[in-house]
């Protein structure tokens, strides 16, 4: 089996909520598509071990967020690489209550989908959530960030409980210059794309960064990363 044929199926970048009585969270999902269109659901792919995947099993009802381009590393970190059993994620971040009850995120948000749970399939370490779209709405603008972006030019990783994580294995080219990778969440710091979000400039060697610089994915200190191999 080439399972670098999976490796081109297209993604996009978004956050889905879920909860209920106060209890509510959000996290990063890249595999969701719409089913069908009259009725109007959506699919939904969550790893059994996240916290949003509790809250959906017990509030039965979820929202997503499509995020844009713009958003920031720091953003994506925190919805991606934090557990919501730890950090309350919503908590500095602008969200209006949706139709079903359940937060919506709005920062670098270009539309947002509702939905309630009318099905699930045990996919092993994943669920498969089938969501009736009860409202829907667009609240920014932008283009939508597609995981083609989030890797190739945000620099981004998959964290281990997606269910796309392998992907990260396929053979990358070598870079003429030495990139650090951040030994917590995996992110990679190019030199020749630098971290524009941090102020560091592309062609930045990793060793001209300040020593306060921090991931942009996760938080972590510098010093947590170690020359890619």
Not at 36 to 46: D, E, K, L, R
Not at 169 to 176: E, G, L, N, V, Y
Request: glycine share 8%.
């Amino acid at each position: 089996m080439n399972r670098a044929a999976l490796h081109h199926i297209s993604y996009g970048l978004y956050i889905v909520t879920s909860g209920q009585d106060e209890k509510f969270n959000g996290q990063i999902a890249n595999s969701i598509i719409q089913a069908t269109s009259n009725p109007a659901t959506v699919a939904i792919c969550i790893n059994k071990d996240n916290y949003t995947h509790e809250l959906i099993k017990s509030s039965r009802k979820f929202t997503v967020s499509i995020v844009s381009e713009a958003a920031p590393m720091t953003f994506i970190g925190l919805f991606g690489f934090k557990s919501g059993r730890d950090v309350d994620k919503l908590k500095d971040v602008k969200t209006k209550p949706g139709l079903t009850g359940v937060p919506i995120v709005l920062d670098y948000t270009i539309g947002v989908i509702e939905a309630e749970v009318e099905g699930e399939l045990d996919c092993g370490t994943h669920t498969i959530f089938l969501g009736k779209v009860v409202e829907t709405d667009l609240v920014g603008e932008g283009k939508p960030m597609t995981y083609a972006y989030y890797q190739n030019v945000k620099g981004g990783k998959s964290p281990k409980t997606a269910p796309t994580y392998d992907q990260d294995t396929a053979a990358k080219p070598k870079s003429a210059v030495a990139r650090y990778v951040c030994t917590v969440c995996g992110y990679v710091y190019d030199p020749e794309k630098g971290d524009p979000d941090s102020d560091i400039a592309p062609g930045t060697r990793f060793e001209e960064i300040p020593d306060s610089w921090n991931c942009p994915v996760c938080g972590a200190e510098k010093s947590k990363f170690e020359i890619e191999k």
